[in-house]
């Protein structure tokens, strides 16, 4: 996929504000994805793909995560999400998700979903 799709100037600030600000979901699993800790996976936060921001994104797996908090339990939220999901899919990148609460409540079950969507090896 070409970069132009990704961190578009445009969102750098947006982006800046986003990681700053970090919902508790976002800031609980950051710390078992940052600094390569599953399996040796680089994940960014707050990544911009076309004019879409993700909560997390790694380009060896092309594997996009999002977390979903009350403000998606809605029709009108699940649409766009659906429209947002099917956008980026085009591009040829997975996206999963996961409810907050479910981050919470069960990392480990969250962490191996999240291993058990690689598909490419990392020496």
């Not at 092309?62 to 947002?84: F, P």
């Not at 990392?107 to 020496?123: A, G, W």
């Amino acid at each position: 996929m070409a970069n132009k799709h990704h961190n578009r100037k445009e969102f750098l600030e947006r982006r800046k504000e986003l990681r700053k600000n970090l919902t508790s979901a976002e800031a609980f699993l950051w710390k078992h994805l940052k600094a390569k800790q599953l399996e040796g996976r680089k994940f960014h936060k707050q990544h911009s793909i076309d004019w879409y921001i993700v909560d997390f994104y790694c380009p060896s797996e092309k594997l996009i995560i999002e977390l979903d908090g009350q403000v998606h339990m809605n029709s009108a939220a699940q649409a766009y999400d659906e429209k947002r999901t099917e956008h980026i899919e085009n591009l040829g990148l997975k996206v999963i998700r996961f409810e907050n609460k479910m981050v919470f409540e069960n990392l480990p079950s969250v962490l191996e979903e999240i291993k058990n969507n690689f598909t490419n090896t990392v020496f």
